[in-house]
T-cell receptor
Framework: NAGVMQNPRHLVRRRGQEARLRCSPM?????VYWYRQLPEEGLKFMVY????????ESGMPKERFSAEFPKEGPSILRIQQVVRGDSAAYFC?????????????FGPGTRLTVL | RKEVEQDPGPFNVPEGATVAFNCTYS??????FFWYRQDCRKEPKLLMS???SGNEDGRFTAQLNRASQYISLLIRDSKLSDSATYLC?????????????FGKGTLLTVNP
């Protein structure tokens, strides 16, 4: 499967725990984007990364959230000390380049539930 | 004005019908526009990309009106499998043109 891969598909955490979401981009893509979709809401941009670089994290909450895309391995979105309001679907997308004509392809998402 | 506005629907149409959705956007400098479809609790799937006045792909036609800042999606000969939520996503402008701003989507149900 050459598509965007995300795992886990479902993640349940208790308040105060950490959540780690992983994303492997499509083959040949080096640009990764994370979006969050709250219930009944549209997808909201969180962060844009290239290998070893965070390009734009303007959509990510300043506290508790961090993202990385190491030289080897998947991109990781990390949420520390989760709260109920973090419950959402987190989608990762990838693209071949960053031009305005880039097409972003989405992974199946990770549904985070905070108890 | 919201960045991206879509009629939430639902649109209920019979098989074979033609249906159109509109999407208005506030950023006049947006260069690229994308339509995605999202099935319930699944990921958005890219349907069409629009960079100039419009695009056509089989039963789907997208038209862009930059002067009025809206983009439309027309579906001809609707199939049951077209039932989904359709998301409009203009790109932002300038140095942030990689950033997509999504509308909340329009729900379409095609009935037998």
């Amino acid at each position: 499967n050459a598509g965007v891969m995300q795992n886990p598909r479902h993640l349940v955490r208790r308040r105060g725990q950490e959540a780690r979401l992983r994303c492997s981009p499509m083959k040949g893509h080096s640009h990764v984007y994370w979006y969050r979709q709250l219930p009944e809401e549209g997808l909201k941009f969180m962060v844009y990364l290239q290998k070893e670089n965070i390009i734009d994290e303007s959509g990510m909450p300043k506290e508790r959230f961090s993202a990385e895309f190491p030289k080897e391995g998947p991109s990781i979105l990390r949420i520390q000390q989760v709260v109920r309001g973090d419950s959402a679907a987190y989608f990762c997308a990838s693209s071949r380049d960053r031009s305005s004509y880039n097409e972003q392809f989405f992974g199946p998402g990770t549904r985070l539930t905070v108890l | 004005r919201k960045e991206v506005e879509q009629d939430p629907g639902p649109f209920n149409v019979p098989e074979g019908a033609t249906v159109a959705f509109n999407c208005t956007y506030s950023n006049s400098a947006s260069q690229s526009f994308f339509w995605y479809r999202q099935d319930c609790r699944k990921e958005p799937k890219l349907l069409m990309s629009v960079y100039s006045s419009g695009n056509e792909d089989g039963r789907f036609t997208a038209q862009l009106n930059r002067a009025s800042q809206y983009i439309s999606l027309l579906i001809r000969d609707s199939k049951l499998s077209d039932s989904a939520t359709y998301l409009c996503a203009p790109s932002q402008s300038g140095g942030s043109n990689y950033k997509l701003t999504f509308g909340k989507g329009t729900l379409l149900t095609v009935n037998p």
